[in-house]
T-cell receptor, first 111, second 115 residues
Framework: DAKTTQPNSMESNEEEPVHLPCNHS???????IHWYRQLPSQGPEYVIH???SNVNNRMASLAIAEDRKSSTLILHRATLRDAAVYYC????????????FGDGTTLTVKP | DVKVTQSSRYLVKRTGEKVFLECVQD?????MFWYRQDPGLGLRLIYF???????EKGDIPEGYSVSREKKERFSLILESASTNQTSMYLC??????????????FGPGTRLTVL
């Protein structure tokens, strides 16, 4: 299975943009890139996903490198409520939709 | 509001007990999943089910079994609980078996302690 690599932790100031990187050098052509986040004492929640093109939604933007070996989750204006663990995962048609979550990146937002 | 609910937020059991963790989703999803989450190990998939009465092993199925008798309910069973099964257990569901881009919806988790 293709793996992802993320930094263990990152810090941001409130109301500033945050760029969370993810490396997935062994990604296959059918793998979708998904991002989830987990707030304290809660289950993970979906943030965004993409295949090849950059994606935007109300929560964040996803920038995917042209060779798809890396991606970046962008929070345009971090708030204190964005403090969470962010997971970058790959999902493929060949494994019935199951996902493997790594350790993720713990984002701290400072007021 | 879509929901995945788990029967307990906190559970304390003794070694050797049989433990049932229940998960219910109200979204008519085909797929349901059980994960455990441990510090430094991320979320690891235990079992998943893509249809009623169907089950597939995940990455760490040893010591666990599952049951899916109804589409909305997926149960995780610890036949004889051991201390190394102390963990946070998370249930999730999504639609469309094999469709890779569908988001998963997670429950709030059950923190199980085995003494």
């Amino acid at each position: 299975d293709a793996k992802t690599t993320q930094p263990n932790s990152m810090e941001s100031n409130e109301e500033e943009p945050v760029h969370l990187p993810c490396n997935h050098s062994t990604i296959s052509g059918t793998d979708y890139i998904h991002w989830y986040r987990q707030l304290p004492s809660q289950g993970p929640e979906y943030v965004i996903h993409g295949l090849t093109s950059n994606v935007n939604n109300r929560m964040a933007s996803l920038a995917i490198a042209e060779d798809r070996k890396s991606s970046t989750l962008i929070l345009h204006r971090a708030t204190l409520r964005d403090a969470a663990v962010y997971y970058c995962i790959l999902r493929s048609n060949t494994n019935a939709g199951k996902s493997t979550f790594g350790d993720g990146t713990t984002l701290t937002v400072k007021p | 509001d879509v929901k995945v609910t788990q029967s307990s937020r906190y559970l304390v059991k003794r070694t050797g007990e049989k433990v049932f963790l229940e998960c219910v989703q109200d979204m008519d999803h085909e797929n349901m999943f059980w994960y455990r989450q441990d510090p430094g190990l991320g979320l690891r998939l235990i079992y998943f089910s893509y249809d009623v009465k169907m089950k597939e092993k995940g990455d760490i199925p040893e010591g666990y079994s599952v049951s899916r008798e109804k589409k909305e309910r997926f149960s995780l069973i610890l036949e004889s609980a051991s201390t190394n099964q102390t963990s946070m257990y998370l249930c999730a569901s999504n639609s469309g078996a094999g469709v890779s881009y569908n988001e998963q919806f997670f429950g709030p988790g059950t923190r199980l302690t085995v003494l």
